[in-house]
């Protein structure tokens, strides 16, 4: 176990929707990091916070946009929703700037 | 711009077998090189990682192999069982920054 939890695990929308996915990570861990995995495919990296922070960003338009909470939780929330965004999303945390990443178990959002 | 090529896309070995993955890199500013594995419905799994200052890593079964000089390494899972069975992922990361992952490896170990 990583000790980082994800919710909701499954998650259905309809297109031009909006929703916010959520992780949790361990205490201590001031490094979170979103991945878009899209079946069949390596994870592509979203954005990454640093102490409630943007600190670096994908290839992703801004209707990707996040929050990381002093309590090690942090949220990833998408509008207007597209179908290609249909994929499952992972959250990453890590203590400080140690280089090991650990995953969550990941949402699957599918949009209709 | 794809920085991370991994190959074969699939591999299928029969148990007690050497499993191999290859992959290649663009990105010289990347130094830690971690492989992942996953199972159907889990996150990835960090497996075994290596730094470009060093040729060889070995973990139980798992060794990586590094070649900086043609930016290329390889993943070797020595006496594969069918446990093994999984998408396996190369990574390079930037110190501290983020991951950026090859398209993946399906593994399937016979018994």
């Known amino acids: 176990e990583t000790g980082v939890t994800q919710s909701p695990t499954h998650l259905i929308k309809t297109r031009g929707q909006q929703v916010t996915l959520r992780c949790s990570s361990q205490s201590g861990h001031n490094t979170v990091s979103w991945y878009q995995q899209a079946l069949g495919q390596g994870p592509q990296f979203i954005f990454q916070?640093?102490?409630?922070?943007?600190?670096g960003r994908g290839n992703f338009p801004p209707r990707f946009s996040g929050l990381q909470f002093p309590n090690y939780s942090s949220e990833l929330n998408v509008n207007a929703l597209e179908l290609d965004d249909s994929a499952l999303y992972l959250c990453?945390?890590?203590?400080?700037?140690?280089?090991?990443?650990?995953f969550g178990p990941g949402t699957r959002l599918l949009v209709l | 711009q794809q920085q991370v090529k991994q190959s074969p896309q699939s591999l299928i070995v029969q148990k007690g077998g050497i499993s191999i993955i290859n992959c290649a890199y663009e990105?010289?500013?990347?130094?830690?090189f971690p492989w992942y594995q996953q199972f159907p419905g889990k996150g990835p799994a960090l497996l075994i990682a290596i730094r470009p200052d060093v040729s060889e890593k070995k973990e139980g079964r798992f060794t990586i192999s590094f070649n900086k000089s043609a930016k290329q390494f390889s993943l070797h899972i020595m006496d594969s069982q069918p446990g093994d069975s999984a998408t396996y992922f190369c990574a390079g990361e930037t110190s501290g920054s983020r991951l950026t992952f090859g398209e993946g490896t399906q593994l399937t170990v016979n018994p």
């Open positions: 990105n010289t500013a990347f130094d830690y």
């Open positions: 916070y640093y102490r409630e922070e943007e600190n």
């Open positions: 990453a945390s890590r203590p400080g700037q140690q280089e090991t990443q650990y």
